[in-house]
């Protein structure tokens, strides 16, 4: 990685100084750390590493991590679109209030969310105690993951598809009731593909959210290996059980995994820019 | 097919945007809804196209009460002033999309739709452009292409919500004349927003000035320019000299000057103002004893064929604009803080109301 | 990837009643509902749920929780930690901004990327590295136990994975802002005689305060309420390396839950005053930006 110096004369002081402390504090937090991830994991022979994150308890618990937080960010896209859609379009009493709360997943601590939702949703809980006797159990089961990263990822789609609705302009509507369309058609042809970008992204960035989270989810998974066991709970056993290599080499898994999808997502960005242009 | 409106009113608020407008749209005209801004046009034309409601009043299509009939079943070509093309598609689709979107059985086929779309491409000049994104146009590409894609479905009206306003000076004038060749050769009934006097009195075969939700007058663009009705229209279209005085029995006095005003016969010493367009001026050296009003000649601005002079009255009373031919300017010799003496050589008078 | 928190920096506004783009009130209100309905399962019922928890077993109780030597060492230290991280974030994300966004250089869009880094990672993993390298068995670990320095299971350790956390918020809040506002007005400054620190104190600041604020906020938020990263690196020593949300964990699973819920209640109260002081930040950016003439019918 290098950083060319600057390519345009600029009469502004500090650059130097600025891009100097920038890379410098980025290495010694970041990149280093990281680094020493792959590192270590370079250290063990590829049969080992092949060993370690194919054992059938890891597999589990990536499964469970993987396929709970695609779970949940179907559930968020669908549902986050269907809230950002409300907060947009209509006017209600408490609509500022609920608009302001829908962040709360960012600002609350994940363990408190994680005790919180156990509690709701035990066989004695608020919710828990109506879902139980029809035969659904929440807490302490994979059911339980995906309602916790569903509450983690909430705000994702909502903030990501909010303000690209707001702007859509109500002038494409009304090309599009002008030249005919139903509200279904202008809702499939026109509202749709031009959020799609957003609602896309959102649902990318829960989903890597969920895949990594730890606090809301062990409280209210129940944690048995093989069954409610999500991967990164498995590194801190590892790692409890003083099995670094272990714990390592499905940290480094799961960052590859984390990296293709940013990758994705910048490209699923660029096209995104360059089909839609910056103005209509 | 012809356009009604009968008593139209609607307010945002405290404001009246429309106050009772009644207005006839004939079948194959080409009509500017011409005023400033916050005038009503732009909301007019909505109401017509069924975008907005009216809180009263009705519109007739063909004779017939379309009022109750939602935007999409009005069949009316809406042309946005920002294009509202829709940036996921390529100008193709943008065109077929009123085509694709008509129920099943009144649907073209895909070649039935194809050859469209490619007539209206040719139509509007951008054949070459089928496969473009809106973003890769420029303004007035995409301007042309929101017309093909109000036209693809064959409208009995076309509705155009001030098409040039986004448009830079020169790109607008070439625009404003193919419009006019493209109705010549299409002759859908017309209605285009505008607030820009030129291209209505260009462009147009009747202009409807509105102001402050009412209409002031409507007319052949010659006769709305050459006879305005109202003191607003004088003072919009184009610019104008006012001359306060007193109208008494038919005669309409200022300075030391007394003009005709037969239209206020029964007038009685009332307030009055006399308007003059800049080329209704007569300038001339002073003589004593002259008729005319005592002016020194600020600024001589020579255009061609033309002197464009701005004159200040000696009373205080404020500017006058005259325009004269440049070789009068040169036969005067004329000179930056001559006094000259300025006479309307015709002048519309309005009586002060209340 | 993170969360993308724009200043959203107008409103639109829709009129309330139009027919061509508006649905049946049916429609509407179905959505309505079901968007609440979702909200409240998820989110507010939850919500309430911590406060009740909390107060189950009465005022005294609640507050005994709280006054607990553990408790009260725990809410210091998570305030202390997060003192430590915000400032050292907020530096390093005005010096990010200045650099990326007023001046052009090559490997830009890579160092954006870099920068984002950390929310991608688990936070698992975020104290998983530390631990690599200063932990016992890690690269320097020896050397550090030698000199009796301790990072992991200690104070630095959980400074350290804080701020890996809350790494990008500033810097992310402050580059897009930055590069909407355009070098002109510090140039002006400088071309008017300003030195460097004048321009930046008296032009740039004045200018990204609200979205300095804004990263500061949220980027408290984190710290104040990481659990995952700080689980792996503090060793849980109650009364010293217990911070806040690992002293709910621990009550908790001593199955004191009211003790628990009475902790984290004062989180909760913390993730709400985020909110609020989020809200108002917005709220008065829109005002502040905002052209109160521009209201009235579109013509």
């Not at chain 1, 896309?200 to 409280?219: D, H, K, M, N, P």
């Not at chain 2, 009934?189 to 209505?200: G, R, W, Y």
């Not at chain 2, 029995?249 to 003009?259: E, Q, T």
């Amino acid at each position: 990685m290098s950083f060319a110096l600057r390519t345009r004369h600029s009469v502004l002081p500090g650059f130097g100084l600025a891009l100097g402390f920038t890379v410098l504090y980025l290495s010694l937090i970041v990149l280093i750390p990281l680094s020493a991830a792959f590192i270590r994991t370079a250290g063990m022979s590829w049969e080992a590493f092949w060993r370690t994150v194919t054992a059938p308890r890891v597999l589990a618990s990536f499964e469970l991590s993987f396929g709970a937080a695609f779970i949940a960010a179907l559930i968020n896209a669908f549902f986050g679109l269907i809230v950002a859609w409300v907060l947009v379009r209509y006017r209600f009493a408490g609509k500022k209030l609920i608009d302001a709360l829908v962040d709360l997943p960012f600002a609350l601590p994940t363990a408190v969310a994680g005790i919180a939702l156990t509690a709701v949703y035990s066989s004695k809980g608020w919710i828990g105690q109506y879902l139980e006797p029809n035969g659904v159990k929440v807490a302490f089961t994979p059911l339980g993951v995906v309602v916790a990263l569903t509450f983690i990822g909430l705000p994702f789609v909502v903030r990501t598809v909010q303000p690209v609705l707001a702007d859509l302009g109500r002038e494409l509507e009304e090309a599009a009731s002008v030249l005919g369309a139903t509200r279904r058609q202008t809702f499939v042809r026109v509202i749709l593909p031009a959020i799609l970008p957003a609602l896309i992204t959102g649902f990318a960035l829960a989903f890597a959210r969920g895949v990594g989270e730890y606090g809301s989810v062990i409280f209210i998974a129940g944690n048995m290996p093989m069954k409610s066991e999500i991967a990164p709970l498995l590194i801190v056993t590892k790692l409890e059980q003083y099995d670094y290599a272990g714990a390592t080499a499905i940290a480094v898994v799961m960052l590859v995994a984390s990296f293709l999808l940013l990758f994705a997502l910048n490209l699923l960005q660029w096209w995104a820019r360059r089909r839609g242009g910056q103005d209509s | 097919m012809s356009i009604e409106v009968r008593g139209i009113g609607k307010h945002f608020g405290n404001f009246t945007a429309l106050d009772n407008v009644s207005l006839d749209f004939p079948t194959g005209e080409l009509v500017a809804l011409l005023g400033p801004s916050g005038c009503g046009k732009t909301t007019l034309l909505r109401i017509i196209a069924g975008l907005e409601t009216a809180e009263s009043g009705s519109v007739l299509f063909h004779g017939e009460d379309a009022t109750e009939r939602e935007a999409r079943e009005r069949k009316v070509g809406f042309v946005f002033q920002h294009y509202a093309l829709f940036r996921h598609m390529t100008v193709f689709e943008n065109i077929a999309f009123g085509l694709r979107v008509k129920p099943r059985r009144e649907r073209p086929g895909e070649k039935g739709i194809r050859d469209k779309v490619t007539s209206l491409l040719k139509l509007v000049q951008l054949d070459w452009l089928a496969e473009r994104y809106p973003s890769q146009l420029s303004g007035g590409q995409r301007q042309r292409i929101a017309l093909a894609r109000a036209l693809a479905v064959e409208p009995k009206v076309l509705l155009l919500d001030e098409p040039f306003g986004a448009l830079d000076a020169k790109v607008r004038k070439e625009l404003r004349r193919w419009l006019r060749r493209l109705h010549d050769e299409i002759h859908v009934t017309s209605i285009f927003v505008t607030h820009d006097q030129e291209e209505a009195l260009e462009v147009a075969d009747r202009v409807v000035l509105m102001n402050q939700g009412r209409v002031e007058q409507i007319g052949t663009p010659e006769e709305v320019y050459e006879h305005p009705a109202t003191p607003f229209v004088y003072g919009f279209l184009g610019s104008v000299n006012l001359f306060h005085g007193r109208a008494h029995d038919g005669v309409m006095h200022f300075g030391n000057l007394a003009l005709d005003a037969p239209e206020h016969g029964g007038a009685e010493n009332a307030l009055a103002v006399a308007y003059t367009r800049p080329h209704e001026i007569e300038v001339g050296r002073f003589a004593p004893g002259d008729p005319g009003i005592l002016a020194r000649l600020k600024r001589a601005l020579i255009v061609g064929p033309s002197a464009r002079l701005e004159l200040e009255r000696e009373d205080g009373a404020g500017m006058i604009e005259a325009e004269i031919p440049s070789e009068l300017h040169r036969r005067l010799a004329l000179r930056e803080g001559d006094t000259l003496l300025v006479r309307p050589r015709r002048t519309k008078v309005f009586l002060n109301a209340a | 990837m993170s969360a993308t928190f724009a200043l959203p920096m107008a409103e639109y506004r829709f009129p309330v009643r139009r027919r061509a783009s508006g649905e049946s009130a049916l429609v509407k209100w179905s959505l309505i509902g079901t968007a609440l309905a979702f909200l409240a399962l998820f989110l507010f019922v939850p919500l309430a749920a911590v406060f009740h928890e909390a107060l189950c077993k009465g005022l005294d109780a609640y507050i005994a929780a709280l006054a607990e030597p553990d408790a009260l060492a725990s809410i210091k230290l998570t305030f202390f930690v997060a003192a430590l991280a915000v400032p050292a974030n907020l530096v390093f994300g005005v010096a990010a901004a200045w650099a990326i966004a007023r001046f052009e250089f090559r490997g830009k869009s890579l160092l954006l990327t870099l920068i984002d880094l950390p929310f991608s990672v688990s936070p698992v993993i975020s104290g998983l590295i530390y631990v690599l390298i200063f932990g016992a068995q890690g690269w320097i670990g020896p050397w550090l136990q030698s000199h009796d320095i301790k990072i992991i299971f200690a104070l630095p350790g959980i400074a350290l994975a804080t701020v890996f956390v809350t790494f990008p918020f500033v810097a992310r809040e402050l580059i897009p802002l930055m590069q909407e506002q355009g070098s002109e007005e510090e140039e002006a400054a400088i071309v008017l005689g300003a030195s460097g620190w004048q321009t930046f104190r008296r032009v740039t600041l004045p200018n990204i305060k609200w979205g300095l604020l804004y990263g500061v906020i949220l980027c408290n938020a984190r710290a104040l309420g990481e659990f995952g990263a700080v689980s792996v690196v503090s060793g849980h020593i109650r009364g010293q390396t217990n911070t806040m949300p690992l002293h709910v964990e621990i009550l908790y699973n001593e199955y004191q839950f009211a003790a628990s819920f009475a902790v984290a209640s004062v989180l909760a109260l913390l993730a709400l005053v985020t909110l609020a002081l989020k809200s108002y930040v917005e709220w008065r950016v829109r005002h502040e930006t905002s052209d109160p003439v521009t209201v009235g019918p579109q013509e």
